[in-house]
Nanobody, 120 residues
């Protein structure tokens, strides 16, 4: 059974940091790219970042470049999203997702999400 389990969300003040984790199981981790997405209340889901487990290539949305860093621990089948200099507009439910291959395709599997709230 494929599982993607997010953790690390919470309440933080603007300017603070959080590190999200996405623990994956049930598929060959090295063959997949893992992406982070977010959905704020009343808004559409948007892609935040993605990493290819095979070659480590990464992608970032313009809104988070320079503030967020995605990384992968293939030994632990876990992807992290380090979020620094958080802003109130980063408030959202953050989801991780997996797609076979690279970050360009639609995601195959989704986690249930973790809530990040940034207070001003």
């Amino acid at each position: 059974e494929v599982q993607l389990v997010e953790s690390g969300g919470g309440l933080v003040q603007a300017g603070g940091s959080l590190r999200l984790s996405c623990a994956a199981s049930g598929f060959t981790f090295d063959d997949y790219a893992i992406g982070w997405f977010r959905q704020a209340p009343g808004k559409e889901r948007e892609g935040v970042s993605c990493i290819s487990s095979s070659d480590g290539s990464t992608y970032y949305a313009d809104s988070v470049k320079g503030r967020f860093t995605i990384s992968s621990d293939n030994a632990k089948n876990t992807v992290y999203l380090q979020m620094n200099s958080l802003k109130p507009e980063d408030t959202a439910v953050y989801y991780c997702a997996a797609v076979e291959g690279d970050c360009s395709g639609p995601m195959d599997y989704w986690g249930k999400g973790t809530l990040v709230t940034v207070s001003s």
